[in-house]
T-cell receptor, first 111, second 116 residues
Framework: GEDVEQSLFLSVREGDSSVINCTYT??????LYWYKQEPGAGLQLLTY?????DMKQDQRLTVLLNKKDKHLSLRIADTQTGDSAIYFCAEKDQAGTALIFGKGTTLSVSS | GAVVSQHPSRVICKSGTSVKIECRSLDFQATTMFWYRQFPKQSLMLMAT?????????EQGVEKDKFLINHASLTLSTLTVTSAHPEDSSFYIC????????????FGPGTRLLVL
């Protein structure tokens, strides 16, 4: 079945760049997503990338997709303390309906 | 953007009671709603897919008699945890889909359930 893997923790200093990595198994995924979850809150869609793209940039966020290796990354430039949260990588399931999530990467930003 | 609300945001109940959680799409009609469950420091696990006017489709391992889902209108889906037990304590999150495509799914803020 589909599976999404992420590293669990990342700690950076304020102002540095953060890179969160994700691998997925379903090569037929058309869209891949990054969600942010702040403590006790629901999920906020940060960005997404279509599978025929290699890169997408949106202000401080850069998504890189290596479809051959099924590897997705999220780079946050100039990381701020407000970026501290759990970041989930997700792909659509084979039916193309629901989302399959990774376990989430906890990003801790220290000042 | 599209807004999805959940009510209540937190609930504490005694073991053996039933709890109903509502998921509403506030400014759009959602033909499909999804219910997820999240354990502490874990990912979101899809429990069921709910289509308006029809029976929900449950994921493997989710007891449909325990987690009753009703999607009676295009803006409301409810999840009822029947005869709740402490192991049902979790964070329940719903999402609603506007349409097929990239941005079609929006998440509610979640409901924290604690069963004593």
């Amino acid at each position: 079945g589909e599976d999404v893997e992420q590293s669990l923790f990342l700690s950076v200093r304020e102002g540095d760049s953060s890179v969160i990595n994700c691998t997925y198994t379903d090569s037929s995924s058309t869209y891949l997503y990054w969600y942010k979850q702040e403590p006790g809150a629901g999920l906020q869609l940060l960005t997404y990338i279509f599978s025929n793209m290699d890169m997408k940039q949106d202000q401080r966020l850069t998504v890189l997709l290596n479809k051959k290796d099924k590897h997705l990354s999220l780079r946050i430039a100039d990381t701020q303390t407000g970026d501290s949260a759990i970041y989930f990588c997700a792909e659509k399931d084979q039916a193309g309906t629901a989302l399959i999530f990774g376990k989430g990467t906890t990003l801790s930003v220290s000042s | 953007g599209a807004v999805v609300s959940q009510h209540p945001s937190r609930v504490i109940c005694k073991s053996g009671t039933s709890v109903k959680i509502e998921c509403r799409s506030l400014d759009f009609q959602a033909t499909t709603m999804f219910w997820y469950r999240q354990f502490p420091k874990q990912s979101l696990m899809l429990m069921a897919t709910s289509n308006e006017g029809s029976k929900a489709t449950y994921e493997q391992g989710v007891e449909k008699d325990k987690f009753l889902i009703n999607h009676a209108s295009l803006t409301l889906s409810t999840l009822t945890v029947t005869s709740a037990h402490p192991e049902d304590s979790s964070f329940y999150i719903c999402s609603a889909r506007i349409r097929q495509g990239a941005l079609g799914q929006y998440f509610g803020p979640g409901t924290r359930l604690l069963v004593l």
